[in-house]
């Protein structure tokens, strides 16, 4: 630093102030200082930084799938996008944390980072619990409101049913809910999160015409949230001695994996069975045929989540706890048809 200093002809708190908090720099000192620098070769120590600082300038989202598995699915595509957005603007760097050996409570101690987004998880998990004896800033995603933590959701239940009083309008009483795997036994009464707010959704638009999920036509079934449970579901549905004349697919990546298996069967989608997803991903605009969906807002909700967590970090006890539901629409598409 001294050298730098030197060369560039300032002092050496100008030199940290160009690596920690060059704002409080004229561009022109600023640039000199990266150019000396840059002809001596110099560069900060992370880990001297970090001593020094405590901080990191790095956030984590914590993972409910191994990397993986969670890549082949483009919501967490646009997921980061939001998240991209608000570290590239406030300086951060983004550290994603699957589970560790199987293990999201493994991945907790080894992320060196100043707050975490937690994606998908109960406030009561161990997950969660691990994050407050850190004593780390986080936020609540896809989770349930709790007044002390800031979070971010979707109006679930309000998408489903949409989407239900939709095919209920067309005709249909021949319905399969596909939803995502909760590894939760008991059913439905155990459920939380997302998938329950979405059957709850669908639980009351079916009520409002005398049914529920136990009448004969009615089936729930759970996959894995990829594509091959989509392909799964079809072929455990369309296996029935009578198949369900529409599919609710509980996020678009399964949706996808029901048309792939329809296409393979030579079902026509949508003459003989309707199929529905949940997220808009950019895909169901122009699969074949058209997918007929919830939009959510991903990307803001990926936004929204780093920027209440970033006010999280910049001081102990912010003066307001951030809370956001974003409302969900119904896209009618070319999947959806009368019930034959």
């Not at 993986?68 to 996008?81: E, G, I, K, R």
């Not at 409570?105 to 850190?134: C, F, K, M, N, Q």
Request: glycine content about 8%; hydrophobic content about 40%; some cysteine.
């Amino acid at each position: 630093m001294r050298e730098v200093a030197e060369l560039a002809g300032v002092s050496k708190s100008a030199v940290s102030l160009a690596f920690n908090d060059p704002r409080k720099l004229s561009d022109s000192t600023l640039q000199n200082i990266r150019a000396a620098a840059d002809e001596l070769g110099y560069a900060q120590d992370p880990a001297a930084r970090m001593l020094r600082t405590r901080r990191t300038d790095s956030l984590a989202l914590l993972l409910p799938q191994q990397l993986d598995n969670v890549l082949q699915n483009p919501y967490y595509t646009q997921f980061l996008q939001g998240i991209g957005q608000t570290c590239h603007r406030e300086g951060f760097t983004l550290l994603l944390a699957p589970p560790l050996r199987g293990s999201m409570l493994r991945a907790i101690p080894y992320a060196a980072v100043d707050g975490v987004i937690v994606s998908g998880l109960e406030y009561d998990r161990g997950e969660v619990t691990a994050l407050r004896h850190r004593r780390i800033p986080f936020v609540l995603v896809d989770s349930e409101w709790h007044d002390d933590v800031p979070s971010v959701e979707i109006d679930d239940g309000q998408g489903t049913a949409e989407v239900v009083d939709y095919l209920l309008g067309l005709g249909h009483r021949r319905i399969a809910f596909v939803v995502f795997e909760t590894g939760v036994e008991g059913g439905y009464g155990a459920w939380r999160g997302p998938v329950r707010r979405r059957m709850d959704g669908v639980r009351r638009s079916l009520g409002e015409v005398g049914l529920s999920t136990d009448d004969p036509g009615i089936t729930v079934l759970e996959v894995a949230c990829t594509r091959g449970g989509g392909t799964e579901a079809f072929r455990r549905l369309w296996a029935e001695p009578e198949p369900p004349t529409a599919i609710v697919a509980f996020s678009d990546i399964i949706a996808f994996g029901v048309l792939d298996a329809a296409r393979a069967a030579g079902v026509d989608v949508p003459r003989a069975l309707s199929v529905t997803g949940f997220d808009d991903l950019a895909e169901a605009s122009w699969t074949a045929p058209s997918l007929t969906t919830v939009r959510q807002p991903i990307a803001t909700k990926g936004r929204l989540a780093a920027e209440y967590l970033v006010e999280a970090i910049a001081t102990d006890k912010p003066a307001e706890i951030r809370h956001q539901r974003l409302p969900t629409s119904l896209l009618v598409r070319a999947s959806t048809a009368r019930a034959a």
